[in-house]
């Protein structure tokens, strides 16, 4: 069983963090260690013995700190447990469907030979940062679609697989 599970993660806003944190959360609840970081903190990933990337949708990219890390990260990435996840969709698509990686995450899923993708949806609300961000939300089309039930049973999935138990859900 794998001691030590990093969550890191790229935000703008917050969302992509609850997300990460939440999946750190389940993992601990299910007698995995984990820490949630923001992936431009994390310096080494050689004390972990798995790790979950996620980062934020903007404009069909993810966000650059995901990006970042998976590259400078990539060797040793790519020898240990991985799974990738996205935040992004404001309407409640990634709760209805499943929703494929954007190319450069799809690119990294193979590359690193990553475990699996899954796409939550995004959270944009009032105070939200960013030009492009703030209109948004000014226009209506703002709001909450993370669906945490989904995103816990992600987490699940993923520390049955590390405790090496059959899955629940």
Same mark, same amino acid.
């Given at each position: 069983?794998? =001691?030590? !599970?990093?969550?890191?993660?790229? &935000?703008?806003? %917050?969302?992509?963090?609850?997300?990460?944190?939440?999946?750190?959360?389940?993992? +601990?609840?299910?007698?995995?260690?984990?820490? @949630?970081?923001?992936?431009?903190?994390?310096?080494?990933?050689?004390?972990? #013995?798995?790790?979950?990337?996620?980062?934020?949708?903007? $404009?069909?990219?993810?966000?650059?700190? @995901?990006?970042?890390? !998976?590259?400078?990260? %990539?060797?040793?990435? @790519?020898?240990?447990?991985?799974?990738?996840?996205? =935040?992004?969709? /404001? #309407?409640? =698509?990634?709760?209805?469907?499943?929703?494929?990686? !954007?190319?450069?995450?799809?690119?990294?899923?193979?590359?690193?030979?990553?475990?699996?993708?899954?796409?939550?949806?995004?959270?944009?609300?009032?105070?939200? +940062?960013?030009?492009?961000? *703030?209109?948004? !939300? #000014?226009?209506?089309?703002?709001?909450?679609?993370?669906?945490?039930?989904?995103?816990? $049973?992600?987490?699940?999935?993923?520390?049955? *697989? /590390?405790?090496?138990?059959?899955? &629940?859900?």
């Amino acid at each position: 069983m794998p =001691s030590s !599970v990093l969550v890191a993660y790229g &935000t703008t806003n %917050g969302s992509t963090a609850r997300i990460a944190e939440t999946i750190a959360e389940v993992l +601990r609840k299910e007698g995995v260690s984990a820490t @949630a970081r923001p992936a431009r903190s994390v310096t080494d990933v050689g004390s972990y #013995d798995a790790v979950v990337v996620g980062g934020g949708l903007y $404009a069909g990219r993810w966000h650059k700190d @995901a990006r970042r890390f !998976v590259r400078r990260h %990539g060797g040793e990435l @790519a020898g240990r447990p991985l799974w990738l996840f996205s =935040s992004g969709p /404001l #309407d409640p =698509s990634a709760s209805e469907r499943n929703i494929p990686p !954007v190319p450069g995450v799809q690119r990294a899923l193979v590359r690193l030979g990553a475990q699996e993708h899954v796409t939550f949806g995004g959270c944009l609300d009032e105070g939200a +940062r960013g030009f492009i961000a *703030r209109k948004i !939300v #000014d226009s209506g089309k703002g709001g909450d679609y993370r669906d945490f039930a989904q995103i816990e $049973a992600w987490a699940g999935r993923i520390a049955a *697989r /590390l405790v090496g138990r059959p899955a &629940t859900s």
